[in-house]
C-alpha cells in the first residue's frame, strides 16, 4: 500500500511571502489532518476533514493558514502571509476512518524555515 | 481537557537492556491511547493501541505498553533494547466519550530514546 504523499519536503521561504504545501492520502482513507511540529514538541493539530468537510480547525490560524481538500482526496494548505514562528515541519496523516481507535498514517513531512 | 504528559526528555538505555518510556494523561472520560515512533525526517510510525480489555498490549517491533488506569498511564516497554530502536518516541490520547468532532488525539512531547551499544 502506497503511504502518505507529502510535498515538497523542504521549502525556506522570507517572512510575509506565501507557501504551500500539497498532501496526497491513503486511497480510500476518508480521514485527513494536518499537524503542525515544531521542533522540540509534539505534533499540534490545525485541521480535520472528513471527506471533503473539516470536522475541526479550532488551532489553526484562520488570518493567515487555509486549508482545502477538494474532492474528498488530496489536500493543500497554505499559509500567507508567514512568518517567523511558522518555522515547523507539516505532517500530512490520514486514517480509514474518524473512529476513535484508527490510527493515523502519517507523511514524511515538509519542512519549513521562514526567514 | 484532554493532556497527556511524557516527563522525561531522554532515555538512555544500553543494549540488551529492557527500556521503559513513560507516559501519563488526563482526559474527562475514557480514552483510547497509541505511541508512535519518529525517525530522523521522517512522519511518525504507529506502534501500538490501547483501546480496551487487557491492560497490556503488544505492538510492532516487540514493543508493549500497559495501560494502567488508577495511575493515569501507558507506559511503553520492551524486554530487549536494541541500537536501531533509537528514535523519538510520541503518546497520544484521545477522549472516546466524547464525539469524535470534538475529541482530537493530542500528542505529548516526545521522548528520546537512546541505546548504546
Known amino acids: 500500500e502506497a503511504g502518505v504523499a507529502q510535498s515538497p519536503r523542504y521549502k525556506i521561504i522570507e517572512k510575509r511571502q506565501s507557501v504551500a504545501f500539497w498532501c496526497n492520502p491513503i486511497?480510500?482513507?476518508?480521514?485527513l489532518y494536518w499537524y503542525q511540529q515544531i521542533l522540540g514538541q509534539g505534533p499540534k493539530l490545525l485541521i480535520q476533514?472528513?471527506?471533503?468537510?473539516?470536522?475541526?480547525d479550532s488551532q489553526l490560524p484562520k488570518d493567515r493558514f487555509s486549508a482545502e481538500r477538494l474532492k474528498g482526496v488530496d489536500s493543500t494548505l497554505k499559509i500567507q502571509p508567514a512568518k517567523l514562528e511558522d518555522s515547523a515541519v507539516y505532517l500530512c496523516a490520514s486514517s480509514l476512518s474518524g473512529g476513535y481507535n484508527s490510527p493515523l498514517h502519517f507523511g514524511n513531512g515538509t519542512r519549513l524555515t521562514v526567514t | 481537557a484532554q493532556s497527556v504528559a511524557q516527563p522525561e526528555d531522554q532515555v538512555n538505555v544500553a543494549e540488551g537492556n529492557p527500556l521503559t518510556v513513560k507516559c501519563t494523561y488526563s482526559?474527562?472520560?475514557?480514552?483510547?491511547l497509541f505511541w508512535y515512533v519518529q525517525y530522523p525526517n521522517r512522519g511518525l510510525q504507529f506502534l501500538l493501541k490501547?483501546?480496551?480489555?487487557?491492560?497490556l498490549v503488544k505492538g510492532s517491533y516487540g514493543f508493549e505498553a500497559e495501560f494502567n488506569k488508577s495511575q493515569t498511564s501507558f507506559h511503553l516497554k520492551k524486554p530487549s533494547a536494541l541500537v536501531s530502536d533509537s528514535a523519538l518516541y510520541f503518546c497520544a490520547v484521545r477522549d472516546r466519550t466524547r464525539g469524535s468532532s470534538a475529541s482530537k488525539i493530542i500528542f505529548g512531547s516526545g521522548t528520546r530514546l537512546s541505546i548504546r551499544p
Open positions: 490501547y483501546i480496551t480489555g487487557d491492560n
Open positions: 476533514f472528513q471527506n471533503n468537510g473539516v470536522v475541526d
Open positions: 482526559v474527562s472520560g475514557n480514552p483510547y
Open positions: 486511497s480510500g482513507h476518508a480521514t
